[in-house]
């Protein structure tokens, strides 16, 4: 089975940048190992591996193919506290406070989010109770909607366990009947698969889940366009735009807009002087949604060079196979003591979060 690269855990930038992680490479060294399974070993959702490599193909790479690992990041617009979530980004962005000993970290994974015509919420909330084995009870609206699509025997209530939708570590925020959870489809992780809930692979689900504490900050953004400088230059991300956020303004200009505090005499977030923009470039970029930070400084190696430069390590792991495909860790269980239950008092909230009515969803 393949094995698990550790959690995407980053110290945060110094002054003048705010940029994590690197690209990397890998030769695939295996036959049967398929992008969705390296995409996981990285933690990176469908959209991300797929649109770095798209010439290769995501269920049977020949033997040899060089993949570009895009584990480099743009950090979201602050503040940098708590749970921030960048619906277009489809990533999760979890920033951990310095302690004595231990420096400011920033921790990200990549999330599913809504289905076409579902969203999830945008703006400030927190998380306000936390659940081990949560069970489901099948919103009406959901159930009718599987029903449409042929489903017709679509089960009424899932109980907890690894077959559970709702995953089996799951944290609830201030917004109606949003969670962020695990998922029993690991392998739609990155895509538009949930009804408003943002899901996780089961193994980032365990590793989170323990981390956050009740009250933590959560905020939920829409922001396509995300502007990166590292090393004097500047970089600009984009993703697929989300239509259930509509704007007026073209990518193009979207793109620009989120440029603009990098265009003056010196930016903020620069720690040189002016940079000097390759417009070109940019509206390349904003066309293209390829998820990967494009370097857009004139004169900046673009990404293929950039990608070439990167020496590849073969990926030697199989595939995860079919026991992985579940809401269970392809790990050992962790101790229970290491994933305590946090829930505000009993009678403020359901020992079990059955999910009935409203903006039901998962």
């Avoid at 400011?104 to 659940?131: D, N, Y």
């Avoid at 993703?239 to 073209?250: A, I, K, Q, R, T």
Wanted: negative net charge; charged residues 15%; hydrophobic residues 35%.
């Amino acid at each position: 089975m393949a094995g698990l690269a550790p959690a995407a855990v980053f110290p945060m930038p110094g002054p003048g940048s705010n940029m994590v992680g690197t690209l990397q490479a890998v030769t695939i060294a295996n036959p049967d190992t398929t992008l969705l399974d390296v995409a996981r070993h990285f933690d990176l959702g469908y959209p991300e591996i797929t649109e770095a490599n798209p010439t290769v193909s995501p269920w049977v790479p020949r033997l040899g193919s060089r993949i570009i690992i895009p584990t480099e990041f743009i950090l979201p617009p602050g503040p940098h506290e708590g749970i921030v979530v960048n619906i277009p980004q489809r990533r999760l962005f979890y920033f951990v406070k310095k302690t004595p000993g231990k420096p400011a970290q920033v921790i990200t994974f990549p999330v599913s989010i809504s289905q076409a015509g579902w969203k999830t919420p945008l703006g400030e909330t927190r998380i306000i109770a936390k659940f081990r084995d949560p069970s489901w009870v099948v919103p009406k609206s959901i159930r009718e909607q599987h029903m449409r699509d042929g489903e017709m025997n679509f089960p009424i209530y899932f109980p907890p366990g690894p077959d559970n939708p709702m995953g089996m570590l799951a944290l609830q925020t201030g917004f109606s009947m949003i969670f962020i959870h695990g998922t029993n489809r690991p392998w739609g992780v990155g895509m538009r698969t949930s009804h408003g809930c943002l899901h996780l692979y089961p193994e980032d689900a365990a590793y989170l889940f323990p981390m956050v504490k009740l009250g933590t900050p959560v905020r939920i953004i829409d922001k396509p366009y995300t502007v990166g400088v590292r090393n004097g230059v500047l970089y600009l991300g984009s993703s697929e735009l989300v239509s259930e956020y509509p704007s007026e303004l073209s990518s193009e200009n979207r793109a620009t807009a989120a440029l603009l505090p990098y265009t003056g005499q010196r930016s903020s977030a620069a720690s040189s002087p002016p940079l000097d923009i390759d417009w070109a470039r940019v509206f390349a970029v904003a066309a293209a949604h390829s998820y990967l930070p494009i370097p857009i400084s004139s004169g900046a190696p673009d990404l293929e060079h950039v990608a070439k430069a990167i020496s590849a390590e073969p990926y030697t792991y199989g595939p995860y196979g079919s026991s992985a495909n579940n809401a269970a860790t392809p790990t050992e269980e962790l101790p229970t003591e290491q994933l305590p239950t946090e829930q505000l008092p009993t009678e403020q909230l359901p020992t079990e979060p059955l999910l009935e009515s409203g903006q039901d969803q998962k």
